[in-house]
């Protein structure tokens, strides 16, 4: 389903590469930084040397600048893959509609079709102008900080390998009991349309025969069915943040506590523990992103 989708992206696929690039380097960018600021604290701040401090700064300023420079890219690059995929997505929705047949049209509500070239292929271009980054973002960091980390102390990202599967596990719950919601919720979203355009189509005939108060109280009905079904979605969806965040600093802290043990006995330094801490906060925070993709595409 999803490759049908993107099919349609065309001359604007070009947009979604540049994004992806911008998003790979930025985050190469971000993974130099805390190899920097550790050499800065273990060599320029033990030793006292302040040139080498300030050249590791300018260092850290200079990859900050470009990584920046880099994120302002891919964001652009990515709002106008999304915009462009959407545009694409209403002409051949429009397109098809246009060549149905009268048995495929009468297949269809009015107020269907309408939800459909509209707020439904906005959720899409949104997901891609919004998810674009984290989504490409998220396995790269992951991939790139666990094998520098891994390279900086190994029996200490052993700590933080026990919150992957636990992580995971969350994500897998959370999404599976969401879909089913985000179904429902849509189609509340079509009933709300539809009774929205039957009463307009049928305004005159509504006010000749003093049916206003039975179309609100029907109007009544679907909506209310609509909040309780993106509530239920939303409190649900709501719960990934917050079981994400409890594990990520139970890690930290794990991390914390056995990497001042470490420095106590002297198997590792400060800056060494700085650097550690600065990659698995990465690592977490892409698990973070990966898993609010997740939600988006659901």
């Known amino acids: 389903m999803l490759r049908r989708i993107f099919s349609y992206m065309g001359r604007y696929k070009k947009y979604g590469i540049l994004a992806i690039l911008c998003v ?3 985050a190469l960018f971000e993974l130099i930084v805390p190899l920097i600021m550790a050499d800065l604290i273990d060599v320029g701040v033990v030793n006292g040397d ?73 959720n899409i271009q949104n997901s891609v102008s919004t998810g674009l980054r984290p989504f490409c973002r998220g396995p790269v960091m992951l991939v790139a900080a666990t094998a520098v980390a891994f390279s900086i102390n190994g029996r200490l990202a052993f700590v933080f390998l026990v919150a992957l599967p636990i992580l995971a596990v969350l994500l897998f719950a959370i999404v599976s009991h969401v879909q089913p919601l985000y179904t429902r919720m849509q189609t509340a979203i079509d009933l709300v349309n539809r009774i929205i355009q039957e009463n307009l189509t049928a305004i005159r005939v ?26 239920r979605a939303f409190r649900l ?10 594990v990520m600093y139970g890690t930290i802290l794990s991390i914390i506590w056995f990497g001042g043990r470490m420095i106590q006995v002297g198997g ?17 925070n892409s698990l973070m992103m990966i898993s609010n993709v997740f939600l988006m595409m659901t």
């Open 50 to 122: 302040r040139s080498y401090i300030y050249m590791k700064g300018l260092q850290m300023v200079v990859c900050a600048v470009l990584a920046l420079l880099l994120g302002i890219g891919s964001s652009r690059f990515s709002a106008l893959a999304g915009q462009g995929l959407g545009a694409e997505l209403r002409k051949a929705e429009y397109g098809k509609l246009q060549g149905f047949s009268f048995a495929n049209i009468d297949h269809f509500r009015v107020s269907s079709i309408v939800t459909r070239l509209t707020s439904d292929v906005t």
């Open 24 to 26: 790979a380097a930025e």
């Open 237 to 246: 969806a709501a719960l990934n943040m917050p079981a994400m965040q409890i």
């Open 206 to 231: 509504v006010k000749a025969y003093v049916k206003g108060d039975y179309e609100i109280q029907k109007f009544e009905e679907v909506n209310v069915n609509l909040k309780t079904q993106s509530e």
């Open 268 to 284: 590792m330094q400060v800056g060494e523990l700085t650097g550690f801490l600065s990659y698995v906060m990465q690592i977490l």
